[in-house]
């Protein structure tokens, strides 16, 4: 059983930036797939940010030119850059992984697709 620990949200205000950050306990990261998802109250659980285990991104149109996901492999680490945060970025952030392979991109944007979560880090972004 893989599990995550995510770290780094926090109270910030309106243009500010946040580094998430997602730890593994067993495997190595690099195995699997990651991404990145957000729940804001009232709401369902959105996707961010994902990663192949080869590198390949796909982002949220809400995030794009703002957020960037990256992965440290030496610290065994999965990275979510926030830039020029919002208001309506506000949420709980989760990471997830999987070790399933999904020829589509998109497949890694759908909650179904990910095996272990972590447990979320509350962001809050002032006006």
């Known amino acids: 059983q893989e599990q995550l620990v995510e770290s780094g949200g926090g109270l910030v205000q309106t243009g500010d930036s946040l580094r998430l950050s997602c730890v593994g306990s067993?495997?190595?990261?690099?195995?699997?797939?990651m991404g990145w998802f957000r729940q804001a109250p009232g709401k369902e659980r959105v996707p961010v940010a994902v990663?192949?285990?080869?590198?390949?991104?796909n982002y949220a149109e809400f995030v794009k030119g703002r957020f960037t996901i990256s992965r440290d492999n030496a610290k065994n680490t999965v990275y979510l850059q926030m830039n020029s945060l919002k208001p309506e970025d506000t949420a709980v952030y989760f990471c997830?992984?999987?070790?399933?392979?999904?020829?589509?991109?998109?497949?890694?944007?759908?909650?179904?697709?990910?095996?272990?979560w972590g447990q979320g880090t509350q962001v809050t972004v002032s006006s």
């Open positions: 067993r495997r190595e990261l690099r195995n699997y797939g």
């Open positions: 990663m192949t285990t080869g590198g390949t991104t």
């Open positions: 997830a992984a999987t070790l399933k392979y999904y020829a589509d991109i998109s497949d890694y944007t759908r909650i179904w697709a990910y095996d272990y």
